[in-house]
């Protein structure tokens, strides 16, 4: 069909590289923020100050190299900072990184570093991260009150060290219902990508996924780009062309190492507040405890700008707020935890987009791949997959035993599809990694074609199982309450089988296995250990509830509206924000790493905006300073982005 075209207009955006300029800034920013007229008044200052932001970047540190990464148990009892970050996940570290070119940082992460860690490092284990339950493991596995087997992550750079490294961004539309600013957010998802970001190669089975997705309908085919739009496209990625994983964890290399402090192993048991002779609640500082169980404070320098920031994820950011006394008064109480706010919303709106996915045996080879292809539907659904020529084949070179598996959709991930939620144990997951390890290695030739829902429109909670920190919550996330996510999961299941019965998909596919005969595989795949029922196949809303899976995309808890303001502020108190995905209504895109990414690399700049506001006066002479200082730049470079020589009399 021709659609191994060259990245066209509306797509260099994409494809755009660092020409590796000391001052790490997108010349487009200018161009943007300026010619287009779209970045006026205040939005052009908060757009200079990140422009001012990258200009000391010639100092930054390369990971893994980071002097100011350290373990917990070498921080002192008592240490000062301008800002606090709860959280070193996908948010917490461009938040850190960004906050650091100013002001004095500290970022407390509970896990571990992922550099040196194989399961993180390269997309060949990507199942295996997710498969460990050790106490130590970057991943730890909960069981929300559904019985869906879940993940969240424990680890520096949090998801993005867990996931399989999909990048896209939100559509307009969601920016828009955000309240958010358009030309920061672009320059925001562009300082990301120019870390983390790349276009991937596409070799066969997803290339045949691509043009299946056209032939079903999902149109117009879209190239490859970063951004959201109806159609079928193909995305970014955060593996390299060697399987390597860059993480949010990449993006300390913007850190002022001399400004930023990040501790490793450092769990937070609680925020701690000033009451005496405030109106509100004011946050001041922390009480974390390392991995020896030794506890340390940490408060916030004098200064009214000065804040402390949760960034510890959908799950860990209510869990933290609660266990400070943010939060209902009757479970608070319940746990003996006194109530510095009564804030009956934290925990509530918690929603998990729903997966639910067809094993689509092939008669041939297919490659290795996560995440490349994406179909955005009109009625509500992403269609994407995943391919394996051997789901078990290890690294290259490596020396391990192989672990057979299907990847994502692994029982060692806890993606037992096919038993009922409930019954979703340990146990089940061990026998069903037995029975797999039995198998002909014809059943692990093919791939996985998913659907998840957009939204979704269901939602859950959130409450507490105990004061420690350490502990999973109780999360209830009740998929497929509403009956529109249902409606939209039947129409994305319809859609992948006329994907399958595509010209396109016809090399991967037996031309005698009808789509129904791929309903009752996937839903009787090797991992099937307990009855089920039997009209899955032809009762496509019942396969939707049998077969449904986490894509691990969970949010909520801390929303916009309920529990923070538009700024993040958290009602009710003063000198505390929420920044992470707990704060959003719906997940954005069609996967929510690069809005998260973003987002901490936004609300940085917003929040060093705001104490640099008195400045604002001199607005008029600091555009044209800054025009001039971008004029200057782009002068610098030619075209294919190679530096000028200067003019010796220069």
Not at 259 to 286: D, E, S
Not at 539 to 562: A, F, N
Not at 589 to 599: H, R
Request: with cysteine; glycine share 10%; aromatic share 8%.
């Amino acid at each position: 069909m021709g659609m191994d075209r060259e990245v066209g207009e509306g797509e260099g955006e994409a494809a755009e590289t660092d020409k590796d300029l000391c001052v790490g800034m997108d010349r487009e920013v200018g161009k943007g923020g300026a010619a287009e007229g779209e970045a006026k008044g205040l939005e052009t200052w908060a757009i200079f100050v990140a422009i001012l932001i990258s200009l000391g970047f010639c100092y930054s540190e390369k990971a893994p190299n980071y002097t100011f990464v350290r373990d917990a148990t070498q921080a002192p009892a008592i240490s000062y900072y301008d800002y606090i970050i709860v959280g070193g996940g996908t948010a917490g570290c461009p938040i850190a990184a960004t906050l650091s070119e100013g002001s004095t940082v500290l970022l407390l992460e509970r896990g571990a570093s992922p550099y040196g860690n194989r399961n993180i490092s390269n997309s060949a284990f990507f199942a295996d991260t997710l498969a460990d339950t050790s106490p130590s493991s970057p991943s730890q596995r909960f069981v929300s009150e559904d019985g869906v087997i879940n993940a969240r992550a424990r680890v520096l750079g949090g998801g993005s060290c867990l996931n399989a490294g999909f990048y896209t961004r939100a559509s307009d539309a969601y920016v828009r219902e955000a309240a958010w600013r358009p030309a920061l957010v672009r320059e925001a998802y562009r300082w990301v990508e120019r870390k983390v970001a790349q276009r991937p190669a596409i070799r066969q089975w997803q290339s045949a996924l691509r043009d299946g997705l056209v032939q079903a309908g999902v149109t117009p085919y879209n190239g490859f780009t970063y951004d959201h739009v109806y159609g079928t496209k193909v995305g970014g990625t955060i593996f390299d062309a060697g399987g390597n994983r860059r993480s949010a964890a990449d993006l300390l290399e913007y850190a002022h190492p001399e400004r930023l402090t990040v501790l490793l192993r450092a769990t937070v048991a609680k925020i701690r507040f000033k009451l005496r002779g405030k109106v509100r609640p004011t946050a001041h500082g922390v009480v974390f405890r390392d991995s020896a169980g030794k506890k340390h404070r940490a408060y916030l320098n004098k200064g009214s700008k000065n804040e402390i920031i949760v960034s510890a994820g959908a799950i860990g950011s209510p869990q933290v707020l609660m266990l400070s006394g943010v939060g209902p008064r009757g479970q608070l109480e319940s746990l003996g935890i006194n109530v510095v706010v009564d804030q009956p919303m934290v925990g509530v709106g918690m929603s998990d987009n729903p997966m639910n996915a067809v094993f689509v045996p092939s008669p041939t080879l297919v490659e290795v791949s996560l995440i490349q292809v994406v179909g955005i539907t009109q009625f509500g659904s992403f269609i994407e997959g995943a391919s394996g020529s051997d789901f078990d084949t290890a690294a290259p070179n490596s020396q391990l035993p192989r672990s057979r598996n299907f990847g994502m959709f692994s029982p060692q991930t806890g993606q037992l599809s096919t038993v009922p939620p409930k019954q979703r144990t340990p146990e089940a997951i061990a026998k069903a990694v037995e029975a797999m390890n039995s198998l002909d290695d014809s059943y692990f030739q093919g791939g996985f074609i998913l659907e998840k829902i957009i939204g979704p429109l269901s939602t859950g909670h959130l409450e507490l199982r105990s004061r420690n920190p350490d502990a999973n919550p109780a999360v209830t996330f009740n998929y497929f309450q509403e009956p529109e996510d249902l409606r939209r999961c039947v129409d994305g299941i319809r859609t992948i089988e006329r994907v399958v019965a595509s010209d396109a998909f016809a090399k991967f596919t037996y031309a005698y296995l009808p789509e129904a005969g791929l309903l009752n595989i996937s839903k009787d795949f090797p991992v099937n250990l307990l009855p089920k029922h039997q009209n899955d196949s032809r009762s496509l809303e019942q396969y939707c509830k049998d077969t449904v899976m986490t894509i691990w995309h969970y949010h909520g808890g801390c929303r916009v509206g309920g529990v923070v303001d538009a700024d993040y502020r958290v009602l009710g108190a003063d000198a505390l924000r929420v920044v992470d995905s707990s704060t959003f209504i719906y997940s954005p895109g069609t996967n929510p790493q690069a809005t998260v990414m973003m987002l901490g690399r936004y609300m940085g700049v917003k929040i060093l905006n705001e104490r640099l506001e008195p400045w604002t006066l001199l607005l008029p002479l600091v555009v044209k300073l800054g025009q001039g200082i971008l004029f200057g730049v782009q002068k610098a470079y030619n075209n294919d982005g190679n530096p000028v020589r200067a003019h010796p009399s220069i």
